[in-house]
């Protein structure tokens, strides 16, 4: 079974989910993606879904869930997306390797509601950016393995 990469936030219901569905889409079945949250929110961002959908990748079917849920499974890395989840994160079973990579938080955006549109393109593309990189060198890391 591929490893798991966990991705966390406090609300689970943007940045970490904008992570999970464009790392999902890098590593396609190299790795398992899941993410949760510290507090979660109970919903997916409507937004977030949204300027997903425009790059196509369809995170419709994510849910909100809490952290909790994945102390019971073997996490190979945690992501953290934001500094209060950074922070409260546990440690999970297996996990070796653990990364911050801090975000602005589109549902905070203010404006119309295009600017806001503007601010989760904005941190989307950050976020393809950095977990694009991160996907890249996890393929590199596979190649060189005896």
């Not at 219901?13 to 464009?22: F, I, N, T, V, Y």
């Not at 499974?73 to 440690?91: K, L, R, S, W, Y």
Request: net charge negative.
């Amino acid at each position: 079974m591929p490893p798991l990469v966990l991705v966390l936030c406090t609300g689970n219901s943007c940045r970490s989910h904008l992570a999970e569905g464009l790392l999902r889409a890098a590593v396609g079945d190299r790795l398992r993606v899941g993410s949760a949250g510290s507090k979660p929110a109970g919903y997916v961002h409507p937004m977030a879904i949204q300027v997903m959908a425009e790059i196509g990748i369809d995170i419709s079917s994510h849910h909100s869930k809490h952290m909790n849920e994945f102390l019971s499974q073997e996490v190979e890395t945690v992501i953290t997306v934001c500094g209060n989840a950074d922070q409260t994160c546990p440690m999970f079973p297996g996990q070796v390797n653990r990364h911050h990579w801090p975000f602005d938080d589109p549902a905070h955006a203010t404006g119309t509601e295009e600017e806001q549109r503007a601010v989760f393109r904005r941190v989307r593309d950050e976020i393809k950016a950095v977990f694009g990189a991160y996907a890249d060198g996890r393929g590199d890391q596979g190649k060189a393995a005896p």
